[in-house]
């Protein structure tokens, strides 16, 4: 499978015009391919935007001609299954063979604006496997003409079928942190997203995707493996540095997040962070060539799709940088 290399466009930073700028400047300079997240508030409030990720998924299918998907919606709360179905099917019948449909469990940030109760994480797994159950019912009934029904234990689907639908249903790349959801995402998804880590973390997320992807009689090699690095480059490790500091705080954060409901507590939170905590979290440094060689090294333990985002608003200025010294360096 080859490798992808494409611009992770932050629409918790970024006004939407300027994301769609920002993603074809980034084709146009070697990247290929584009992710966003779907986020209904910023992580901090200095990010500033929180656009919607559907119709900017669309504007990217206009002016650009990678690969686009959301990385990641959560098929749980905000949005019952049968729409993130709906809406997946059609961005995949108007670009076809580019859309994918990256799948998380969620995060009270953004989810619990609806007011219902917001669950501890196994019940938010469960919901999510649930969803993708009902996700790949309504893919098929699209493709095969003919309503489908569910009844499970979170969510109702009265019979009904998708009526606008590609030839080939999206993939389904799921958001995983942890093993058992790993091997569940081998056994039910196509592939697996994360985000960079420790090499040894990563192996054994991938030795129980690998398991769960061969107890389902897929092979695992053949599946994607998506990765979303969050980085720091300016003209100096100063510049660097501050802007990881004021623009992404939350990478600093050494403690699941899931559970935190405004951007103004993650604002409270983001005074406790120090330098010397973005270590092994997050590459901050003015030389192309370290970053460089963290993400060779993630290509080398085998993620064929890596989508990059660097934190400070210099976007133009790096998108340069890394098109010129970093990506036509990697070893593929």
């Not at 629409?11 to 084709?27: K, M, N, R």
């Not at 093993?179 to 056994?187: D, L, N, Q, S």
């Not at 980085?231 to 600093?252: H, K, R, V, Y």
């Not at 333990?301 to 990506?327: A, D, M, P, S, T």
Request: glycine share 8%; aromatic share 10%; proline share 7%.
């Amino acid at each position: 499978m080859s490798l992808t290399i494409g611009y992770a466009a932050m629409l918790e930073q970024f006004h939407p015009s300027d994301v769609v700028a920002f993603s074809e400047y980034a084709e146009s300079h070697g990247f290929d391919g584009v992710m966003a997240a779907d986020h209904f508030a910023p992580w901090v409030p200095t990010q500033g935007q929180a656009a919607f990720v559907w119709n900017v998924l669309a504007a990217l299918g206009e002016r650009t001609r990678g690969d686009i998907g959301p990385g990641v919606t959560a098929p749980t709360f905000r949005w019952h299954p049968a729409m993130v179905a709906q809406a997946s099917a059609t961005l995949a019948a108007m670009y076809p063979g580019r859309h994918w449909l990256g799948l998380g469990s969620g995060e009270a940030l953004n989810e619990h604006i609806i007011g219902g109760y917001w669950p501890e994480a196994p019940e938010r797994i469960n919901r999510l496997f649930e969803a993708i159950e009902i996700i790949k019912k309504l893919f098929r009934s699209g493709l095969e003409g003919k309503d489908v029904k569910h009844r499970g234990e979170f969510y109702t689907l009265e019979s009904t079928r998708l009526w606008t639908m590609p030839e080939v249903a999206p993939e389904i790349l799921v958001a995983t942190a942890g093993p058992v959801t790993a091997k569940r995402t081998g056994r039910h998804a196509d592939g697996i997203i994360t985000v960079g880590a420790p090499l040894e973390k990563i192996e054994m997320l991938f030795d129980r995707f690998a398991t769960g992807a061969r107890e389902a009689g897929r092979d695992p090699e053949a599946m994607p493996k998506v990765l979303q690095i969050h980085l720091s480059w300016a003209p100096t490790d100063e510049e660097a540095l501050a802007n990881a500091m004021t623009e992404w705080p939350n990478g600093g954060m050494k403690f699941p997040k899931a559970d935190i409901r405004s951007p103004h507590d993650f604002a409270q939170i983001a005074k406790l962070v120090r330098p010397q905590d973005f270590a092994g979290r997050m590459v901050i440094s003015a030389d192309p060539d370290v970053h460089r060689a963290t993400i060779q090294r993630y290509v080398d333990l085998g993620f064929n799709r890596i989508y990059l985002h660097n934190v400070g608003r210099n976007q133009r200025e790096w998108i340069e940088v890394f098109g010129r010294e970093v990506l036509p360096r990697l070893v593929r």
